[in-house]
């Protein structure tokens, strides 16, 4: 006779309701987002992109606060007279203002965080698939090479969303209370829609090139070396032609970041005349370097991901 645990032994089939390889794309990026959490360094490098976000926010704070009480006054610091006029001066260089370049310069400066943490991040979510072996079991289910791709891009996408559009949107409504926020907000709904598409900008970009770049090196060393050397690297050669040598201002374009600033700024509505350090080369030429890195990024995990052998 069959003892009654016979039938928890027997194969017993899946119920549920099948979602296609799009749900299996989403459930791929909420686990990555999962795996990275787990990281100290991660939570490390999430704290320091807080601290950014707090100096904008408090500076955008004081401002108001110099310009509304202490416009006219003298204050004393450690028994020092400090003049007001002249720390508001020096904080109206950040544009703490509520304007394109108030969001502009916090994405800019956010910025040094959100490579290092996508740096860390294209490693232990792409190269480990390809350096374990991890990436033909991905593909053994069904789903498709580029639902792997778009599942990574997904993640890197959270992180980049969380550092940058979330608290610029935030720091948005904060200058529509600090300013007058019965005009503020419809006068610069455009300025927020600016916030969402630098964002989308970003995502698109980065996304493609951690996912890109991981899968060229794989290892987390030689990967933060890599951006480093795409970001730093590309921007001091960058200031070097076009600041010290006074070559065209094209040459800023070797610069990504400055690139994907540029980008930032139009969609911001911010006047090209207004960009510093000047000269800047024009809007669409930056879009089209930016376009071209992600048509390179696109080619090459199109060749690399279908390189890859799959055993049903």
């Not at 969380?162 to 419809?186: R, S």
């Not at 770049?213 to 050669?237: D, E, I, N, Q, S």
């Amino acid at each position: 006779m069959p003892a009654q645990t016979d039938a928890l032994l027997r194969y017993r089939p899946w119920r549920g309701e099948p979602r296609g390889p799009l749900a299996g794309a989403a459930a791929m990026a909420r686990a990555s987002v999962k795996l990275l959490l787990r990281r100290r360094l991660m939570w490390g490098l999430f704290a320091l992109a807080l601290l950014v976000f707090f100096f904008f926010f408090y500076a955008q704070y004081l401002v108001v606060w110099i310009t509304n009480q202490l416009s006219t006054e003298t204050v004393r610091f450690a028994g020092i007279p400090v003049n007001v006029g002249n720390l508001t001066k020096f904080l109206d260089r950040l544009n703490l203002n509520g304007t394109a370049h108030t969001f502009g310069n916090f994405v800019w400066f956010q910025g040094y965080v959100l490579v290092i943490v996508l740096a860390l991040a294209g490693s232990v979510l792409v190269g480990n698939d390809f350096a374990h072996g991890t990436l033909p079991f991905y593909l053994s289910k069904p789903i498709g090479r580029w639902h792997y791709v778009l599942g990574k891009c997904l993640a890197v996408g959270a992180f980049v969303n969380l550092l940058v559009t979330l608290p610029a949107a935030l720091l948005w409504v904060e200058a529509g209370l600090l300013f007058d926020w019965k005009t503020y907000y419809l006068d610069n709904l455009d300025l927020l829609l600016g916030v969402v598409g630098y964002g989308l900008v970003l995502t698109v970009t980065l996304s493609l090139l951690v996912v890109a770049t991981a899968v060229l090196v794989r290892r987390t060393v030689p990967l933060v070396m890599l951006w480093m050397g795409l970001f730093v690297f590309g921007r001091l050669l960058a200031n070097l032609l076009a600041d010290g040598l006074k070559w065209d201002e094209r040459w800023r374009l070797i610069d990504l970041w400055n690139d994907l600033y540029l980008c930032g700024l139009s969609c911001l509505g911010a006047e090209h005349e207004t960009v510093r350090p000047a000269p800047q080369p024009e809007y669409w030429e930056a879009w089209a370097v930016v376009g071209a890195v992600c048509a390179g990024c696109v080619w090459y995990l199109r060749r690399r991901v279908q390189a890859v052998e799959i055993v049903s």
